[in-house]
C-alpha cells in the first residue's frame, strides 16, 4: 500500500526530529554517523539533511572526514537564537545566554542592595537582558527565570504572601523581559529549581521521591514526587516559613518565629539574617551548641510534616547556611530520633538554582527548534 500524503508529512517530520536531536546530543555529525545513531536508512537520513539544509536548520561545517572510503562531510545544526537563564536573588541577578548544546555565550551579574523590592529588581533583570539580547549570536528566544520568591503557578508573577520576607518584590519577568524575549518566558521559584538540579546531577539523581529544604535568607521546601516537582493549586508547594515548630523554650511557634526568638532575623523584616545565623552557629561553645540544636529541633519538626505528607526516601538540605556540615549532620541527628526518620544529606550542585534553570531553558530551546521545521505541527 502506497503511504498518504499525511502518512509521508509525519515520517518525515519525525525523521528530520530525530536528525535534529542526533545532532543536539554530537554536535556534528557526518550523515552516516547520523544514520548509525538512530537507526534509520542512509537514503532516509540523506533526504532528512538534505531538506534541513535547504531549510537553514542544519549547516554543513566544511569539514570532512580523513582516511580511507568515502570522504563525509560533517553537519551541524545552523545558529538558532540563544536561551536566556535568568536568577533573581536580593543580592543580584545574574543572567547567561545558552544554546541548543548547553553552551554559554555571556554572562552579567547586576548587583542588588538587600531586599531591594520590585523596581530595583525589574532594573536590575532588564539590564542583564538586554546586555545578553545585544550581542552577537542571535535573538533570545526563550527565557526561564528562578526567583527568590513565591511564584503563581497561572501567571508567572512573584506572590505576596502575608508576613512573608518579600525579598524581591511583586514583578511580573514575562513582562519585564518582553522587550528582549521572542518566546516563552518561564517563571519559578529558586528552591524547585535546585530541587530540579539535584534530581538530574547532584545527590538525589537516583532518588524520585525526596525533600528539598532550603535554609538560607528564606525558609523554603520543595516536593519531588515521581520524579516530578510538585507544585499544588496556586505554585506555592514547600512555604515552610509557617509551619508550626518547637522554639527556643520548647513552646510551639512559626518556623519563622525561631529565627526572631534568637535574634537571627533582619531588622524590620521576616528575612533570616543568614550572616547572624553563620556566626551563632561558629565555634564549639556553649552558645553555638545550644543554637545548633535549637534550630534542629526547629528544622526536625518542619521536616517531620513533610515526611508525614509526602513520605520521601530522602531529604536534601541547600541554602547559605544550611550547607553548613555543622548544621546538617545536626539537623540529620535529630532526625533519626524521630518516629519515620529519613536520611538526611547535603546539597551537592554548584548554583543549583541557576543549573536548574539552565536545563530547562535548553530543553525548551531545542524543543522551539524542533516545532520550528514543521510549524503547522506546533
Known amino acids: 500500500m502506497t503511504p498518504t500524503k499525511p502518512s509521508l508529512d509525519l515520517l518525515r517530520a519525525l525523521t528530520d526530529e530525530n536528525v535534529l536531536r542526533a545532532l543536539m546530543e554530537r554536535r556534528r555529525l557526518t550523515r552516516a ?14 533526504e532528512a539533511v538534505g531538506r534541513l539544509e535547504a531549510s537553514g536548520l542544519v549547516v554543513d561545517t566544511g569539514e570532512r572526514t580523513t582516511g580511507r572510503g568515502r570522504v563525509g562531510s560533517y553537519y551541524a545544526l545552523a545558529g538558532h537564537g540563544r536561551a536566556l537563564v535568568a536568577s533573581i536573588t536580593p543580592h543580584g541577578v545574574v543572567a547567561e545566554a545558552v544554546d541548543a548544546y548547553g553552551i554559554g555565550h555571556g554572562r552579567r551579574t547586576v548587583p542588588l542592595e538587600p531586599a531591594p523590592g520590585p523596581e530595583a529588581a525589574a532594573s536590575a533583570l532588564t539590564s542583564a537582558a538586554s546586555a545578553l539580547a545585544a550581542e552577537d549570536g542571535g535573538a533570545l528566544r526563550v527565557a526561564v527565570v528562578s526567583a527568590a520568591d513565591p511564584v503563581d503557578r497561572e501567571t508567572g508573577r512573584l506572590v505576596h504572601l502575608p508576613d512573608a520576607p518579600f525579598l524581591v518584590g511583586e514583578l511580573d519577568p514575562s513582562e519585564i523581559l518582553a522587550p528582549h524575549v521572542t518566546g516563552p518566558v518561564l517563571v519559578d521559584n529558586d528552591v524547585n529549581w535546585a530541587a530540579r538540579a539535584e534530581h538530574r546531577c547532584g545527590v538525589a539523581q537516583d532518588v524520585d521521591d525526596f525533600f528539598y529544604l532550603h535554609l538560607g535568607e528564606g525558609l523554603g521546601g520543595a ?43 533582619r531588622p524590620d523584616s521576616t528575612a533570616i539574617d543568614a550572616d547572624a545565623v553563620r556566626k551563632a552557629l561558629s565555634g564549639g561553645g556553649t552558645e553555638a551548641r545550644r543554637t545548633r540544636e535549637t534550630l534542629a529541633r526547629a528544622v526536625g519538626g518542619v521536616l517531620a510534616a513533610a515526611v508525614s505528607f509526602v513520605d520521601p526516601q530522602l531529604v536534601v538540605v541547600g541554602g547559605a547556611w544550611g550547607l553548613r556540615p555543622d548544621m546538617a549532620a545536626a539537623i540529620d541527628e535529630h532526625f533519626t530520633r524521630s518516629p519515620r526518620p529519613v536520611p538526611v544529606v547535603a546539597a551537592t550542585v554548584e548554583e ?7 536545563e530547562r531553558a535548553v530543553e525548551e530551546l531545542r524543543s522551539l527548534i524542533i516545532r520550528s521545521t514543521h510549524p503547522e505541527r506546533s
Open 33 to 46: 554517523e547520523i544514520a548509525a545513531h538512530t537507526g534509520i536508512s542512509k537514503p532516509t537520513i540523506y
Open 352 to 358: 543549583p538554582e541557576l543549573a536548574g534553570a539552565r
Open 223 to 265: 516536593v519531588v514526587s515521581d520524579g516530578v516537582v510538585r507544585r499544588g493549586h496556586r505554585g506555592l508547594v514547600g512555604e515552610i516559613a509557617h509551619l508550626t515548630t518547637a522554639g527556643p523554650d520548647g513552646r510551639a511557634m512559626p518556623l519563622t518565629e525561631v529565627f526572631a526568638a534568637l535574634g537571627l532575623r
